[in-house]
């Protein structure tokens, strides 16, 4: 009973992630949550820690992994990116956890990632990302652009007959580095460049009404237009409530956002919104037992009876999962040992389907786009046939289009160049 | 058993006699195999459905394409049931009945299967329902509907367009439908008597038509349309610059409403106060507070958080002032320091006690969409209404400052304090109620900003670095000078924004005030005479 009582008590002061130096054989797992619960990103990283915290709630219910209980340490990043380095290295160094879910912009990511490659930790990152990284130590369990803005534009162009294109973002990585993947794209495609429009808006703007009269007057040159949002955060409120007040309606110049979901969408009255679109690899209202099985365990989880899902959650649930299926595959809950057995493993996702982990560290997910719909929720409109497998260099970019990522013996290597045969050897190498 | 037979024999005459009252409603079998089909087709197959059930003459046929429209007509999925969603929030959805429009209470929605719809969808409906509004008696109602056909007119709607024009009783209504009508001749047919029709247009279909046109092989055809565009886009022009320079005084009087406070608590008084975008904060939550208080009327719980949002911010600033800023008089760099704790610790309270997330404040219904000027110029409510706001604050600051007896005193300390004591005014509890007056004020821009932001524990953060430079730019002291200073920043940012992008206008507005202190280093209105200090 003794173990129990420690889980038990762990749980209760998880705030304080208080460690214990329990020496039996059967410790638990140590699970640590790297989620900002202050500061701007507390919006969206803090329901991913409860999740985290129910999955793992779940999973004791059902009796651990191996006879093991799982035991979350929760360390609070602030929004600080300097400072995940610093928790990452708390959590690997002092806490010793076995694997850690967390991160969401990818300058955290960045900022932990060679902390997680030194002390051989494993990361599982659940969000969205530009790509052009592969890790060895990293589970990319969001979408590469190929899984989420590609198919969003071929939508787009061939469903919608969309012939202009307004690429707006937020002034940081993410956008950019997507923006440049999405512009070659279209000039492949044989868009001109006087039909693009790039527009970059900093963290936060809330002044959107030269922006959005500019879109207007771009998308009444005669052709049909269409913005391709990646703009991040809580900036995006004010941007809607704009095309609102200003009459773009999503017949006329529709939106299709990369970071705009439920959660996103609970903040404000979508009447006005209704028919804008949003690409992921899951929303909420998708018709399946599986899904609905996990909204109803999050409205109790979190006694809210309005609480929304969201792909990142979904991210979080697959990537647990995973782990979970890797360890018991593996035997043991041993790094390396976890890191070789889990390519390949399969765990159902929440759209009716199967997702994978591939060589690449990256997984198969459907894409979905959808439509917003007046009670902040979407619709699905379109989705891809089967499931689209990440990939992490984009073939859209000249410095990546001959690499390929294969984690498993021996090629061994995050950015093998297929022209020249030779592995680049670090985890990232520069695009440009 | 005659009679029924005779009165069932009526009833039969009667319907064949009125065909009309036949058809008013379809049997419900057919009305379920319509539905069905809706349910049961591909997008691009849902489009004759809706025509078929538009052309199926049933009154309910409105009530079902508005639902399917709304994405609230459904089918239950065991019985195939088909229902209208009442209301779609949570796990469980209020239903009726499509057919009987019985209500059967709520189901879970699990159960339910949405029949869904996409844009272009959306877009037929549209057309559909404007074909039928133009008969409708409303004149709104006709009105929107032209417009809403401008661009979308069919063919078989094109030659009953001239009938429908000439029956028409507004003027309003018959230009509209005249444009409309224009735009399908000038697009379809290359009529070049319609070019005229659409000369001077600012509608985007109308010029979509014409620019087509101007590529047209006919050259006459082509040379009209250019000219007519010639015209318009001069027309155009002015509009631009008028929506310039309306975005730019929008921008200018939130930044007026959020610097005002501080030209009086920073400007007029000398204390350097970094919680004062908190205060800006308080008076935001406030508003969110009185909504939540008064559920369902957000139009009246923002009238109250006007006076509610100075209180509060007021009376928190008074605490800020006793407990902390009235100990470090004449001490700017520890004061600070020390209002810069005061903010985090603001901060850090909201987001305990209340969340981290933003909250939602309602737009009232009055205070959404825009006010059309022509079709290319429309301002958009929340905004006018805050440039309102903003002005009426200001007069009210200036009258306070310069009428009454608060604003003399107040006067009288900032110049001279020992003077003014010795001429026996309470110079402390002239400190308390002129400090609560400036942060009353933010309060006041916080209610103000909850329209047009986000509110959540960073909103003061990102209007802390601007009020300062309003501020300072204005001339410290000077309420006139922020009044101005505002405006102008504001038009200046807006006039750079669309050639060199929100960030670089940001940074280039910066440099500008940069080097306009190093040559006026006292503002654009410097203090004079004695009151100029040093």
Same mark, same amino acid.
């Given at each position: 009973?003794?173990?129990?009582?420690?889980v038990?008590?762990?749980l209760?002061?998880? &705030?304080l992630?208080?460690?214990?130096?329990?020496v &039996?054989a059967e410790?638990?797992?140590?699970?640590?949550?790297?989620?900002?619960?202050s500061?701007t990103?507390?919006?969206s990283?803090s329901?991913?820690?409860d999740t985290?915290?129910?999955l793992?709630?779940?999973?004791?219910?059902?009796g651990?992994?191996l006879?093991r209980?799982?035991?979350p340490?929760v360390?609070?990043?602030?929004?600080?990116?300097?400072?995940?380095?610093e928790k990452?290295r708390?959590?690997?160094?002092k806490?010793?956890?076995?694997?850690?879910f967390?991160?969401?912009?990818?300058?955290?990511?960045?900022?932990?990632?060679?902390?997680?490659?030194?002390?051989?930790?494993?990361?599982f990152y659940?969000v969205?990302y530009?790509?052009?990284?592969?890790?060895?130590?990293v589970f990319?369990?969001?979408?590469?652009?190929n899984q989420?803005a590609?198919p969003?534009v071929?939508?787009?162009m061939?469903?919608?007959?969309v012939?202009?294109?307004?690429?707006?973002?937020?002034?940081?990585?993410?956008?950019?580095?997507?923006?440049k993947?999405?512009?070659?794209y279209?000039?492949?495609?044989g868009v001109?460049?006087?039909?693009?429009?790039?527009n970059y808006?900093p963290?936060g703007?809330s002044?959107w009404?030269?922006i959005?009269?500019?879109i207007?007057t771009?998308g009444?040159?005669?052709k049909?237009?269409?913005v391709?949002s990646?703009i991040?955060g809580?900036?995006?409120?004010?941007?809607?409530?704009?095309?609102?007040?200003?009459?773009i309606?999503a017949a006329d110049?529709?939106v299709?956002?990369f970071?705009?979901g439920?959660?996103?969408?609970?903040?404000?009255?979508?009447g006005?919104?209704?028919?804008?679109?949003a690409a992921?690899?899951?929303?909420?209202?998708?018709?399946?037992?599986a899904?609905?099985?996990?909204?109803?365990a999050w409205?109790?989880?979190?006694?809210?009876e309005e609480?929304?899902t969201n792909?990142?959650?979904?991210?979080h649930?697959?990537?647990?999962n995973m782990?979970?299926?890797a360890v018991?595959?593996a035997?043991t809950?041993?790094?390396?040992?976890?890191?070789?057995?889990?390519?390949?493993v399969?765990?159902?996702?929440?759209?009716?389907?199967?997702?994978?982990?591939?060589?690449n560290h990256?997984?198969?997910?459907?894409?979905l786009?959808?439509?917003?719909?007046?009670n902040g929720?979407f619709s699905?409109v379109?989705?891809?046939?089967s499931?689209?497998a990440?990939d992490?260099?984009?073939?859209?970019?000249?410095g990546?289009?001959?690499?390929?990522?294969?984690?498993?013996?021996?090629?061994?290597?995050?950015?093998?160049?297929?022209?020249s045969?030779t592995c680049?050897?670090?985890?990232?190498?520069? &695009?440009? | 058993m005659g009679?029924y037979r005779?009165?069932s024999?009526?009833?039969?005459?009667?319907? =064949?006699?009125?065909p009309?009252l036949?058809l008013?409603?379809v049997?419900?079998?057919?009305?379920?195999?319509?539905?069905?089909?809706l349910?049961?087709?591909?997008?691009?197959e849902?489009k004759?459905?809706?025509?078929?059930i538009?052309?199926?003459?049933d009154?309910?046929?409105r009530?079902?394409?508005?639902?399917f429209?709304?994405n609230?007509l459904?089918r239950?999925e065991?019985?195939g049931?088909?229902?209208i969603v009442?209301?779609?929030?949570?796990r469980n959805?209020?239903?009726?009945?499509?057919?009987?429009?019985?209500?059967?209470?709520e189901i879970?929605?699990r159960d339910i299967?949405?029949i869904?719809?996409?844009?272009?969808?959306?877009n037929?409906?549209?057309?559909i329902?404007?074909?039928?509004?133009?008969k409708s008696p409303?004149?709104?109602q006709?009105?929107?509907?032209?417009?809403?056909l401008?661009?979308s007119?069919?063919g078989?709607?094109a030659e009953?367009l001239?009938?429908?024009?000439?029956?028409?009783?507004?003027?309003?209504?018959?230009?509209a439908?005249?444009?409309a009508?224009?735009?399908?001749?000038?697009e379809?047919?290359?009529?070049?008597t319609?070019?005229a029709?659409l000369?001077?247009?600012?509608?985007?279909?109308?010029?979509?038509?014409?620019?087509q046109?101007?590529?047209s092989d006919?050259?006459?055809?082509?040379a009209?349309?250019t000219?007519?565009m010639?015209?318009?886009?001069?027309k155009?022009?002015?509009n631009?610059?008028a929506?310039?320079?309306y975005?730019?005084?929008s921008l200018?009087?939130?930044l007026?409403?959020?610097?005002?406070?501080l030209?009086?608590?920073?400007?007029?008084m000398?204390?350097?106060?970094?919680?004062?975008?908190?205060l800006?904060?308080?008076g935001a939550?406030?508003t969110?507070g009185?909504?939540?208080?008064?559920?369902g009327?957000p139009?009246?719980?923002?009238?109250?958080?006007?006076?509610?949002?100075?209180?509060?911010?007021?009376?928190?600033?008074?605490a800020?002032?006793?407990?902390?800023?009235?100990?470090l008089?004449?001490?700017p760099?520890?004061?600070?320091?020390?209002t810069?704790?005061?903010?985090?610790?603001?901060?850090q309270l909201?987001?305990?006690?209340?969340?981290?997330?933003?909250?939602?404040?309602?737009t009232?219904?009055?205070?959404?969409?825009?006010?059309?000027?022509?079709?290319?110029l429309? =301002?958009t409510?929340n905004r006018l209404?805050?440039i309102? !706001?903003?002005l009426?604050? !200001?007069?009210?600051?200036?009258l306070?400052?310069r009428?009454?007896?608060?604003g003399l005193d107040?006067?009288?300390?900032?110049?001279n304090r020992?003077?003014?004591?010795s001429m026996?005014?309470?110079?402390t509890?002239?400190d308390?109620?002129t400090f609560?007056?400036?942060?009353g004020?933010a309060?006041?821009?916080g209610v103000?900003l909850?329209?047009?932001?986000?509110?959540?524990?960073?909103?003061?953060?990102?209007y802390?670095i601007d009020?300062?430079?309003?501020?300072v730019?204005?001339g410290?002291?000077?309420l006139w000078g922020t009044l101005?200073a505002?405006l102008?920043l504001g038009?200046?940012?807006q006039?750079?924004?669309?050639?060199?992008?929100a960030?670089l206008?940001k940074?280039?507005? =910066?440099?500008?005030?940069?080097?306009?202190i190093?040559?006026?280093?006292?503002?654009?209105f410097?203090?004079k005479?004695r009151?100029?200090e040093?």
């Amino acid at each position: 009973m003794s173990i129990k009582k420690h889980v038990k008590l762990g749980l209760s002061a998880l &705030a304080l992630s208080i460690s214990f130096n329990s020496v &039996a054989a059967e410790d638990p797992i140590k699970v640590g949550i790297l989620h900002s619960l202050s500061g701007t990103m507390a919006i969206s990283e803090s329901t991913l820690k409860d999740t985290m915290l129910m999955l793992i709630e779940k999973q004791n219910e059902a009796g651990g992994v191996l006879g093991r209980q799982l035991e979350p340490v929760v360390v609070d990043p602030a929004s600080n990116w300097p400072l995940f380095a610093e928790k990452a290295r708390e959590l690997l160094a002092k806490e010793e956890v076995d694997v850690i879910f967390g991160n969401w912009t990818s300058v955290s990511r960045k900022s932990v990632l060679p902390v997680v490659e030194e002390l051989n930790g494993l990361l599982f990152y659940p969000v969205q990302y530009e790509g052009e990284e592969s890790s060895e130590n990293v589970f990319y369990t969001g979408a590469a652009p190929n899984q989420q803005a590609i198919p969003a534009v071929d939508y787009l162009m061939n469903d919608i007959g969309v012939e202009r294109w307004v690429l707006a973002g937020t002034d940081y990585v993410y956008p950019r580095t997507t923006n440049k993947i999405l512009e070659t794209y279209l000039k492949d495609k044989g868009v001109a460049a006087d039909d693009i429009m790039i527009n970059y808006t900093p963290f936060g703007h809330s002044n959107w009404q030269a922006i959005v009269s500019d879109i207007k007057t771009f998308g009444n040159a005669g052709k049909k237009t269409a913005v391709v949002s990646t703009i991040n955060g809580d900036a995006n409120v004010p941007f809607y409530r704009e095309l609102g007040n200003q009459g773009i309606d999503a017949a006329d110049i529709p939106v299709v956002a990369f970071s705009v979901g439920e959660q996103e969408l609970s903040g404000i009255d979508t009447g006005p919104l209704v028919g804008h679109l949003a690409a992921w690899n899951y929303f909420m209202s998708v018709d399946n037992d599986a899904n609905y099985d996990f909204i109803d365990a999050w409205v109790e989880y979190t006694g809210n009876e309005e609480a929304v899902t969201n792909d990142p959650m979904e991210a979080h649930y697959i990537g647990f999962n995973m782990y979970i299926e890797a360890v018991k595959k593996a035997g043991t809950a041993d790094v390396d040992a976890v890191k070789d057995a889990i390519i390949g493993v399969s765990v159902p996702n929440l759209t009716g389907g199967y997702a994978t982990m591939m060589p690449n560290h990256h997984i198969t997910k459907p894409v979905l786009i959808g439509e917003i719909q007046d009670n902040g929720q979407f619709s699905v409109v379109w989705e891809t046939p089967s499931t689209v497998a990440g990939d992490a260099w984009s073939d859209f970019l000249p410095g990546s289009k001959d690499l390929i990522s294969d984690w498993r013996k021996p090629l061994f290597c995050g950015n093998f160049n297929v022209v020249s045969g030779t592995c680049g050897g670090k985890s990232e190498v520069a &695009a440009e | 058993m005659g009679i029924y037979r005779l009165l069932s024999h009526l009833l039969l005459a009667c319907c =064949l006699l009125w065909p009309g009252l036949a058809l008013a409603q379809v049997e419900d079998t057919e009305a379920q195999q319509l539905l069905t089909a809706l349910a049961d087709s591909s997008f691009s197959e849902k489009k004759t459905v809706i025509n078929r059930i538009a052309g199926s003459g049933d009154d309910r046929a409105r009530y079902w394409l508005e639902s399917f429209g709304a994405n609230k007509l459904g089918r239950i999925e065991d019985s195939g049931q088909f229902i209208i969603v009442l209301s779609n929030r949570g796990r469980n959805w209020t239903v009726e009945d499509a057919l009987t429009k019985e209500n059967l209470g709520e189901i879970s929605r699990r159960d339910i299967d949405t029949i869904r719809v996409n844009n272009a969808l959306r877009n037929e409906l549209e057309g559909i329902l404007s074909v039928i509004d133009l008969k409708s008696p409303n004149e709104d109602q006709r009105l929107s509907a032209a417009r809403a056909l401008k661009g979308s007119v069919s063919g078989t709607l094109a030659e009953r367009l001239p009938t429908l024009i000439d029956e028409e009783q507004s003027a309003d209504v018959q230009a509209a439908l005249t444009e409309a009508l224009a735009i399908y001749q000038v697009e379809e047919q290359g009529d070049i008597t319609a070019v005229a029709t659409l000369s001077g247009s600012l509608n985007s279909e109308a010029r979509a038509a014409l620019q087509q046109a101007m590529r047209s092989d006919d050259p006459a055809l082509a040379a009209a349309a250019t000219k007519a565009m010639e015209s318009i886009e001069q027309k155009l022009k002015l509009n631009r610059a008028a929506e310039t320079l309306y975005f730019g005084l929008s921008l200018g009087s939130v930044l007026v409403l959020a610097a005002i406070g501080l030209a009086i608590t920073f400007g007029v008084m000398g204390v350097i106060n970094m919680a004062h975008g908190e205060l800006i904060m308080l008076g935001a939550y406030t508003t969110w507070g009185m909504q939540q208080l008064l559920p369902g009327q957000p139009g009246l719980a923002l009238m109250l958080s006007i006076p509610a949002g100075f209180l509060v911010s007021a009376l928190a600033g008074i605490a800020i002032e006793r407990t902390v800023i009235q100990h470090l008089k004449g001490r700017p760099l520890e004061t600070l320091l020390a209002t810069f704790g005061v903010s985090l610790i603001l901060q850090q309270l909201v987001r305990t006690v209340i969340s981290p997330l933003n909250r939602t404040v309602i737009t009232p219904d009055w205070m959404s969409g825009s006010v059309m000027i022509n079709e290319a110029l429309s =301002l958009t409510l929340n905004r006018l209404y805050v440039i309102g !706001f903003a002005l009426v604050v !200001f007069a009210g600051l200036m009258l306070i400052m310069r009428k009454t007896r608060l604003g003399l005193d107040v006067r009288a300390v900032t110049q001279n304090r020992a003077m003014a004591r010795s001429m026996g005014i309470k110079a402390t509890k002239v400190d308390i109620l002129t400090f609560g007056l400036g942060s009353g004020v933010a309060g006041l821009a916080g209610v103000a900003l909850s329209q047009i932001t986000n509110v959540g524990p960073n909103l003061g953060q990102s209007y802390i670095i601007d009020s300062f430079m309003v501020v300072v730019f204005g001339g410290v002291g000077n309420l006139w000078g922020t009044l101005l200073a505002g405006l102008s920043l504001g038009t200046i940012n807006q006039l750079l924004e669309p050639w060199a992008g929100a960030v670089l206008a940001k940074i280039l507005v =910066l440099v500008l005030i940069i080097l306009f202190i190093q040559k006026r280093p006292r503002g654009l209105f410097p203090q004079k005479g004695r009151a100029a200090e040093g």
